[in-house]
């Protein structure tokens, strides 16, 4: 049990330090950095004094400073987010070509509408007629061959 005990402890001193974790950080992306930022702080502060029968006030200026800190890092992005970042961005690329196709269609059926007034309109009726007569007569002309011959 004692040896158990004694394996155990030393396999916590021995592992990985956070010292190995931060370099392996670092090499990945990780940043951290201090930024800290001095404000000073000017104020007018005026004291009532009196000497024997006399009072004025006495003003001064009285400065603070100020020092506020944050702290920035960034922290790299796991395949997870990497992944879902990706398809956000073909999914709003992917509305956006829909959007230019609307409006390209739209302009296109205005200029569709613009040149279907200039041209002459025709009786398409009278072309269905004239092409099915036509296959008639075709159709007759081969069987009054054969019945001749």
Same mark, same amino acid.
């Given at each position: ?24 950080? &670092?090499? +990945? ?5 201090? @930024?800290?930022?001095? #404000?000073? !702080?000017? /104020?007018?502060?005026?004291?009532? =004094? ?24 960034? &922290?790299? +992005? ?5 992944? @879902?970042?990706?398809? #956000?961005? !073909?999914? /709003?690329?992917?509305?956006?070509? =829909? ?33 099915? @007569? ?16």
């Amino acid at each position: 049990m004692g040896k158990l005990f004694i394996v155990i402890i030393s396999l916590f001193l021995y592992s990985c330090s956070s010292q190995y974790h931060l370099n392996k950080a &670092i090499k +990945k992306g990780y940043v951290c950095e201090d @930024i800290a930022d001095t #404000i000073r !702080i000017t /104020t007018l502060d005026s004291v009532l =004094i009196t000497k024997f029968d006399t009072t004025y006030y006495e003003t001064f200026l009285k400065t603070f400073d100020t020092i506020v800190q944050w702290k920035t890092q960034y &922290i790299p +992005k796991t395949r997870l987010d990497k992944r @879902i970042e990706y398809r #956000i961005k !073909i999914k /709003t690329i992917y509305k956006d070509r =829909i959007v230019e196709k609307a409006k390209a269609k739209a302009e296109g059926q205005k200029a569709k509408s613009e040149v279907k007034k200039n041209r002459p309109k025709g009786n398409l009726n009278l072309l269905f007629v004239g092409v099915g @007569i036509g296959l008639l007569l075709s159709f007759l002309w081969k069987y009054a061959k054969k019945t001749i011959i």
